[in-house]
């Protein structure tokens, strides 16, 4: 079965800097592979998806992440964040066929500091 | 508008209370889900439903109910509430191709906070 993996619980960052948020996955075949953020007090949103082809995905807000088969990664960046980027992300893994689940990450909370 | 509607956003009730949660989307998906969060272990799966009369057990199940009588509603049901069931809870809806669930067409509802004391 997939498993997802992200590395930090917490990362807090300065406005304006740039930001890695790291996910790494577990599947001996293709996946799919998402990234949501739950602003506070709100439900979850997709911020970006990666299913086939290029391995660099945009998404919205200025967000991107690479799909790294090798590595088996897919590490969400941002080259200068915002205080409205405070928020918690999740990193999802799903596989593109059958009636298998959506599995998410424990998720990092980003915190951007003024 | 698009939405997953989840009912009442925050509850406080007692141990052994029962209590109904109730969900509804608008957009005619298939699929709907309940998920819990809790601090330091992400989202888990506890009911999903991929289509009318048709539920399964996700990761965490216990002590939860579910119904699937209309597409629109999926209402989560906690028959004798734990204090380990305080948890913010999340419904969501998707399309499905053939067997398959459209991941990225899920909406999530805005969270149910539960206390159980």
């Known amino acids: 079965a997939q498993s997802v993996t992200q590395l930090d619980s917490q990362v807090p960052v300065f406005e304006e800097a740039p930001v890695e948020l790291r996910c790494n996955y577990s599947s001996s075949v293709s996946v799919y592979l998402f990234w949501y953020v739950q602003y506070p007090n709100q439900g979850l949103q997709l911020l970006l998806k990666y299913l086939s082809g290029s391995t660099l995905v945009k998404g919205i807000n200025g967000f991107e992440a690479e799909f790294n088969k090798s590595q088996t990664s897919f590490h969400l960046r941002k080259p200068s964040v915002h205080i409205s980027d405070t928020a918690e992300y999740f990193c999802?893994?799903?596989?593109?066929?059958?009636?298998?689940?959506?599995?998410f990450g424990k998720g990092t909370r980003l915190s951007v500091i003024a | 508008e698009a939405q997953v509607t989840q009912n009442p956003r925050y509850l406080i009730t007692v141990t052994g209370k029962k209590l109904t949660v109730t969900c509804s989307q608008n957009?005619?998906?298939?699929?709907m889900s309940w998920y819990r969060q809790d601090p330091g272990l992400g989202l888990r799966q506890i009911y999903y439903s991929m289509n009318v009369e048709v539920t399964d057990k996700g990761d965490v199940p216990e002590g939860y109910k579910v119904s699937r009588k209309e597409k629109r509603n999926f209402p989560l049901i906690l028959e004798s509430p734990s204090p380990n069931q305080t948890s913010l809870y999340f419904c969501?809806?998707?399309?499905?191709?053939?067997?398959?669930?459209?991941?990225?067409?899920?909406?999530f509802g805005s969270g149910t906070q539960l206390s159980v004391l």
């Open positions: 999802a893994v799903s596989l593109p066929s059958g009636n298998t689940p959506l599995v």
């Open positions: 957009m005619n998906h298939e699929y």
């Open positions: 969501a809806s998707s399309l499905k191709g053939g067997q398959r669930v459209i991941w990225e067409k899920l909406f």
